[in-house]
């Protein structure tokens, strides 16, 4: 089963030692929308997830890599 989007960007967010609010102002959303990410409240858009992802100084892909991953083998 693949990891969801949010478990990888709570893992990223606490690996780098930031809470959901700094992580929110790196990426310049609100930390509401961080943690609807990370509780899988909500499904994030791409352009959302472009912000996260150059804040955590990672990629869309790699976010996305395991979801892809499961996609491509059904």
Do not use: F, H, Y
Not at 15 to 36: F, M, T
Not at 40 to 69: C, F, H, M, N, Y
């Amino acid at each position: 089963m693949s990891e969801p989007v949010g478990t990888r960007v709570r893992k990223l967010r606490e690996a780098a030692g930031w809470s959901q609010i700094e992580l929110g102002e790196r990426a310049g959303v609100s930390n509401q929308i961080i943690s609807r990410i990370e509780g899988a409240r909500v499904e994030p858009k791409l352009s959302t997830l472009e912000l996260i992802a150059a804040a955590l100084g990672t990629t869309v892909s790699e976010l996305l890599a395991d979801r892809d991953a499961e996609e491509v083998a059904s």
